[in-house]
């Protein structure tokens, strides 16, 4: 996925920039990118692998060289970005956050009205950026082009646009992602993740309502464009992949995560399936505190019977060789064994995607002494690879764990029952759950249910996006229809 962060100050903003995104490291592995504006030195760039190295190693020279009062910064899982682009509304530098999935037909149209060429990479992709950027540049200003833009893409599209006297910001046109705008007294500032400017003297200003468009300069933030009531904002930046500190919708992810757990350790004990085990534990680290949840509920004591060795090798840049990664993450695991020898455990996991690494950590468990390990998933079973945001995303649903089972016991047929599977009460649901546990040499394993995880969250499930799990697209809204027309 990613994040990023920028600043308008009466001051130089590049050091804020430089810390900010570097606080957006949990949301991406691949590159990092900043680019800032000044009147002396203009436009300037600077683009890193962080594939192997954290962004603060790569981009700490370029922070110290770079000048301006109007900068952004991001991190990236798909193209190299910010890129600069002439136009005729001027020359800015653009960075977005999201997924852009029907890229190829766009690219193809657009090639077909007498747009000549695109800069090709290296993978033979066209930067989502320069796609972006041709789109806006239909129109006459940007807020038209910024609409027309979010009527033709299907995906997901956070937007900031650094001009020469502002940075214009658009938050994707369903919120499937945040953008909040951060206020100090020399300037405003916009990020993903609102910690990331709290700890630079910046207290929130406000979080931008899904489709609106703001422009932020040192003395203002004027909204461009209003926003849309619909939203569907992604469930699982609070199960699984926000950082604990972050808040997304006036719902903090750390407190989300310990009531689901809580919610699920009730619903064990309701259905008499809470299981007699010495501890209740974490997989590190963003099951933790959805274990500490099930604990404080449970009033079984919670115990971290390993901890992950992360000073080489954190999320934020895991390799991207499969096989070095299963190396890292078998490394990363360091046991205690007083522990783990004899003791029957419960372990609460974010989700079970494919369930190899998985099935690694309850085979380290047992080699270890452990005498029974139990699991509970934070969510409902993974049914659908994610097409908004990257999360989950596989070449095929078949990779994930839960789809595998549905196909061999029904094939395509299964699919019409996702439902059912998705629900251990019915007969399907018992199976796939008794499957999976069979897979992963599990003693016993519950899944949160969608009810549950909404409950967690404290929104209306009609403001959540939930497809990952039931596979459901919510039709597009009048209102962004009207407003798209305009």
């Not at 995104?21 to 300037?44: I, V, W």
């Not at 899982?77 to 910010?82: E, G, N, Y």
């Not at 534990?281 to 404080?296: E, K, M, T, W």
């Not at 070095?324 to 609460?348: D, S």
């Amino acid at each position: 996925m990613g994040g990023f962060f920028g600043a308008a100050s009466k001051n130089d903003c590049i050091m804020d920039v430089f810390f900010g995104t570097d606080y957006h490291s949990h949301l991406g592995t691949k590159r990092g990118g900043m680019a800032a504006y000044s009147p002396e030195k203009g436009f300037q760039r600077a683009i890193h692998s962080i594939e192997n190295t954290p962004f603060r190693t790569k981009f700490e020279d370029d922070a110290v060289g770079m000048r301006g009062k109007l900068a952004i910064g991001c991190i990236s899982d798909t193209h190299p970005q910010p890129i600069i682009v002439h136009s005729k509304m001027g020359r800015y530098a653009i960075a977005n956050v999201g997924v852009i999935n029907n890229s190829e037909e766009l690219f193809n149209g657009l090639l077909q009205m007498d747009y000549a060429s695109f800069e090709t990479l290296s993978s033979g992709q066209i930067n989502s950026n320069a796609l972006v950027s041709v789109l806006i540049a239909h129109k006459d200003n940007f807020v038209d082009g910024i609409r027309y833009t979010q009527r033709k893409i299907e995906g997901t599209l956070n937007l900031a646009l650094l001009t020469e006297d502002g940075i214009i910001l658009a938050r994707d046109r369903l919120g499937r992602l945040p953008i909040i705008i951060g206020k100090r007294g020399d300037g405003y500032c916009f990020s993903l993740e609102h910690f990331a400017f709290q700890k630079l003297g910046y207290s929130t200003y406000k979080e931008l309502r899904p489709g609106e468009i703001v422009k932020i300069t040192a003395d203002s933030c004027e909204t461009l464009a209003e926003g849309y009531d619909d939203m569907q904002m992604c469930t699982f930046m609070w199960t699984y992949y926000g950082y604990p500190t972050a808040v997304y919708e006036g719902v903090t992810v750390e407190t989300m995560r310990t009531r689901n757990g809580e919610i699920m350790a009730e619903t064990d004990i309701k259905n008499g399936t809470l299981p007699d085990v010495d501890y209740i534990c974490g997989v590190p680290d963003s099951g933790v505190p959805h274990a500490i949840g099930y604990a404080n509920r449970s009033g079984i004591p919670f115990a971290r019977p390993f901890v992950k060795y992360t000073p080489t090798w954190p999320r934020s840049f895991m390799p991207q060789n499969q096989s070095m990664r299963n190396m890292v993450a078998k490394m990363k695991l360091i046991p205690i064994h007083e522990l783990i020898e004899g003791k029957k455990l419960l372990f609460v996991d974010d989700s079970i995607v494919r369930g190899t690494q998985m099935r690694e950590t309850v085979e380290f468990l047992y080699e270890n002494g452990a005498k029974e390990v139990h699991m509970r998933s934070a969510c409902p079973p993974i049914m659908y690879g994610c097409k908004y945001l990257n999360f989950s995303r596989s070449n095929s649903e078949m990779e994930l764990i839960a789809r595998q089972i549905i196909n061999e016991r029904e094939g395509a047929e299964g699919v019409k029952h996702i439902a059912e599977y998705s629900d251990t009460r019915t007969e399907r649901g018992q199976h796939l759950r008794d499957e999976i546990c069979r897979r992963l040499k599990l003693t016993s394993l519950e899944f949160q249910t969608l009810e549950g995880t909404v409950k967690a969250v404290g929104l209306p499930e009609c403001k959540l996006c939930t497809y990952c799990w039931t596979g459901n697209v919510p039709p597009e809204s009048s209102e962004f229809l009207q407003m798209s027309m305009l």
